[in-house]
């Protein structure tokens, strides 16, 4: 969007905020715009700038360390009327944007982190606002100066005529009281159509009663619904707000009233002043049907009865421009609400939307979408992406866009590819076991070679203890076999009765290399009953957490093996000196497939596998761990009672 | 006696043959099930020691072959068979007779001779 009268040198654009980053990245963001960026990191700075430079816009911070953006807003709107207010917001609560409409009538909130395209728009529409702003006060601007002129027409005409018709004068004077009195309206309405929100209308309508000397400042009611209102006062210079739940009945008639009872009650009993006098004004709203009204103006004063006719007869005159301001102003800050409420919906949004137009070219999107699609891709995802067409229709003409809804499936794909690994990691088991069976055979040949050897050579012979090496070489060949094939065949495995420090060391040859960079210790209970299991199973459990106990802990940790018996179980632990479980984890680690480790190191089996194993046997897996200094997994497997 | 070795893997044979020369048994290798079928019929042996596991016939066929070649009226041998098998499964004596053999023995072997005297026993009962 461009702005309509391109205007000779660039519009200016103050930007505020305490941190410098946001800063360099807005002079990035509006780099080869028509648009001359100034930049302020503190509010007293920037007040300073305004003083100097001929801002047409203004984007600040909300939480800095002098002030707060509304009230900095809150000061440039008091000066320099004329630029336009936008404020930066993390997620703030509906209070605080009431309060900086209200105070401040900021324009436009942009939330932060911002969305490059929202903030581009919105400072763009800022300064067409300014724009339009700046030619409309010059137009009222050369309408006084014409009316003067006109004035002064009148008058050298009048003295003119003064000095030739004395008999006029009579009428003359009335007639200018007549004219004053419109003049007077006519400068109340103007000055009511420049009001932006509730604290400027209540000081327009306060400067037209304050001609009336004893008034003071006024109470204005905001009607919503029938049982909240919002209170609006000045309290030295600032405007307040607050919201009052309940409404007294005689609140919602329509008649003016002039210190009733009811009102001088509620007024002791909510203000809590001595009252002398008590105007109520009930403000209707533009529909004239309705039958309540939208708003209720309170002011206390001490006029005499005279005095009051004449204030009533002023205000009376001018309720139907008050109430139509009132009007709009609601809607706009009904407006400004339903925005922002839009805007935190979307963006609260975990999956990342995206609004395109017609041309693929993304005009709007939430947060998720930002964070997920700029900046670099943390890892390879995968999406659905639902589409939708909608027409937003806007004033006479129709525009189509398209909506897209990304669906993450990531996570999806990731199981379905660990799903795929499993079933390699099966194959690979079946393959492992025919490997295992191809050399089981000649290492079979080759021990019962050196057995019959040892046997027929003299025992003199130097070869002997060669012989006897080979021999030794082969049985832990085959000790590694053996265990390898009862991880591919465990369903032919019969259950036995076992001593679990046989079990676990017959398991630890086969963990040689893993075990080969930690400290072992052992403490077994040599009192430890027997279980009734398969071995092979058992030892796939004792397998795997030693495995990951090890890959926790990388060079120089300590490995302990417990045993010990406990009410009617046998036990054993496994504890590392490795990383620690992170609390959340800790469940989720039992979950098939889930694993920290990178592909090709993890399947996230071993603990799910480990954990339907003892628990076949009516057994516990069970985990302690704290971060930084290790974890131990204690398996608890019934004994065989005798 | 006189013991036939039928076994692909040459040094398991090979080791075998000798454990039992040690004792001064009569041994003859073959080194497929083809091959063990022929040497049972040439060689006429007392134990037919019989891989399961093997490309070609295996040691069930090989029986099955060998039966099936014996005339009716030709005296059926009266070799005791012993399977060889590495595989964890099936391996009691039931089993073996439901394959047409005497005994199963576990391969791998712990020690060769408890092997040979553990099969010398076999034939003399
Ligand atoms: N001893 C341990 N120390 C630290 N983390 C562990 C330990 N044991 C398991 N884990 C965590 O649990 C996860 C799942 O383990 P597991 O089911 O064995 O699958 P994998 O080892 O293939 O990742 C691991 O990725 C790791 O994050
Ligand atoms: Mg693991």
Redesign the interface.
Known sequence: MNVQQTPKSPPKVLFVDDEESILSAARRLLRGRNIEIITATSPLEALEIMTKEDCWVIVSDYRMPEMTGTELLESIKRKFPHVTRLMLTGFLERPVIKEAINRASVFRFITKPWDETELILGIETAIQHSGRRKTNSQLVHEIGVQNQLLEQLTQNLESEVNKRTQGIQESKTLAESKQRLVRELTAFVKNLSRVEDVSELYDVVFHEMRKFHDVSEPYLFLLEGQKKSRLIWRSSRNIREKVVNQIPKHFHSLSVRTSSPDDLIWWKQNVKKQCRSLLAIPIRARETSSTQPVAVMMVEHGLAANALTLLLDRITERLQAVSIVLDKILLREQLVMATQQWEATFNGFNDPIAVLDQQDRVVRANKTYLKTFSGPLQKERSFRINTYSINFASRSTIIPRIVNYYYDTTHERDLYLKLVQSEKLAAVGLFAGNIA?EL??????????T??MQ??IETTNPFLTDIHEIEKAAIRC?QIIKNL?SFS?PS??SFEEVNLNDMIDSTLPLLKTALRLVNLRKYYDSNLGIVCIQSSQIQQVIFNLINNATQAMGQDGTLTLRTWSEGRYSCFSIADTGSGIPIEIQERIFEPFFTTKGVGVGTGLGLSVSRSIIEKYEGKLSLESSMGRGSTFTVYLPRVIK | MKVLIVDD????????A??FE?RNHQVVLAHTGEEGVEKWESFAPEVVLLDV?MPGLTGPQVIEEFRRRQDSNSPLSSAKIVLMT????VRDRAAAHGLGANEFIQ???E???SLVTQIEKMVVR
């Open positions: 069976h089981n055979n000649p290492l079979s040949g080759i021990r019962a070679l057995q019959i046997s027929e085959q094939l065949e032919n495995d | 893997e040459f040094i398991v044979a090979k080791a075998l000798r454990a040690s596991v590495a595989h964890s499964g391969k791998p072997f020690d060769i001779f």
